[in-house]
């Protein structure tokens, strides 16, 4: 991978995202907006859920910029004071500024916004204030756009970009994204294998001195319809769950992918799709245990592993542990019993169990 950098970088590097949102409330705090500035796709949108985690009491408004005119912010009100006939503004209801209680104020696309509309909204990011009236003490303003490098029409006004905190955050990496969200949120299986197989999928274009370098990268120096990102990899791990209901021959998986993640990221995710057909069925480990069928090639145990990840519950961790300590390779156990136990939603339901905790205590030298 060349390591020169060609494309603009607007900031001075990145955050990672749980850096982002630490960055985000401790601003807040000081009555500061923040602005995330990050790739199209990598979930800048969803930062709102990690913070209504941490503020189940505020309330959620959102305001997507891009599909927004200057009439959606204010509107005149005709009023008297002091018997003379004015014309004043209020804001919409959706700004959320009639609310008692905090809020979590959430500017998506806010530099897609047209110059105007960024002028009217000038004053809450900075002053968190519309027309005459101030958000409830304690809310929680920020915003998110795409670098302006990309292409998509986000552009900043400097007044506005001087008196806010802009942080670029960086790119998920494959293996934070397998950890913190895919098995938590039912990603299928196949796009989390080839998420650990093909880690060039969550690169960053300006790494590269050549445009399509990476194939499966958003690129802005060259024509693309379909790439990686953290959204169309959820888009095709729902549409292999549809697929496999339907029975889709595998070419025509092929394509529909294609038009979802790009040519080369469609065949790379499909070398590791068919390899189901050598698994055994869930419903079989969980009723013959150790007598399920076992796969013969290293990349089909693999994927094994990840479905029992994202299969495993109660009622079926003492069949796996059985199956897998008798049919699969000492570090294939290891990897199942690593990767599951930084899995928010499954670490604590296998850290009880007594199968589980025989298999750490006798195999201890495996971490």
């Known amino acids: 991978m060349a390591a020169a950098k060609t494309a603009k970088k607007i900031l001075y590097g990145s955050i990672k995202r749980a850096s982002v949102v630490k960055v985000i409330i401790s601003n807040a705090k000081q009555g500061i907006t923040t602005v995330i500035l990050s790739h199209n796709g990598n979930s800048k949108s969803s930062i709102i859920k990690d913070l209504m985690k941490e503020f189940p009491k505020h309330r959620p408004v959102l305001m997507n910029f891009s599909v927004m005119q200057a009439g959606d912010v204010v509107m005149p009100k005709f009023a008297n004071i002091d018997g003379v006939d004015v014309v004043t503004a209020v804001p919409h209801e959706h700004m959320g500024l009639h609310f008692e209680e905090p809020v979590i104020l959430f500017m998506d696309e806010i530099f897609k916004a047209p110059k105007a509309l960024q002028v009217q909204v000038a004053e809450l990011m900075y002053e968190w204030s519309l027309a005459g009236k101030k958000l ?101 791990s729902k549409m292999l769950k549809g697929f496999e209901e339907v029975g889709l021959a595998t070419e025509d998986i092929t394509h529909c992918l294609t038009n979802v993640v790009g040519p080369r990221a469609a065949q790379d995710i499909m070398s590791v799709h068919i390899l189901h057909e050598e698994l055994p069925s869930w419903e079989e480990i969980v009723k013959k245990g150790a007598g399920a069928k076992v796969p013969k090639s290293a990349g089909a145990r693999c994927l094994l592993i990840y479905t029992a990840i994202s299969s495993i519950d109660e009622k079926s961790i003492k069949p796996w542990m059985e199956y897998a300590s008798k049919n699969l390779k000492k570090e294939e156990q290891a990897l199942f019993a690593c990767t599951i136990l930084k899995v928010i939603s499954k670490a604590g339901l296998v850290s009880t169990h007594p199968q589980f905790l025989k298999w750490v205590t006798n195999n201890s030298y495996l971490y």
């Open 136 to 236: 409830p003490e304690g809310s929680i303003v920020f915003g998110a756009s795409n670098l302006e490098d990309e292409g998509f029409g986000d552009q900043s006004l400097g007044f506005v970009y001087n008196r806010i905190a802009v942080v670029e955050m960086a790119k998920v990496t494959g293996e934070e994204w397998v950890e913190n969200y895919a098995f938590d949120n039912g990603i299928h299986p196949t796009i989390i294998q080839s998420a650990k197989e093909f880690p060039a999928m969550f690169h960053d274009y300006r790494d590269y001195s050549t445009a399509g370098e990476n194939q499966y990268i958003f690129d802005p120096r060259m024509p693309q319809t379909a790439f990686v990102t953290l959204r169309s990899l959820e888009r095709a």
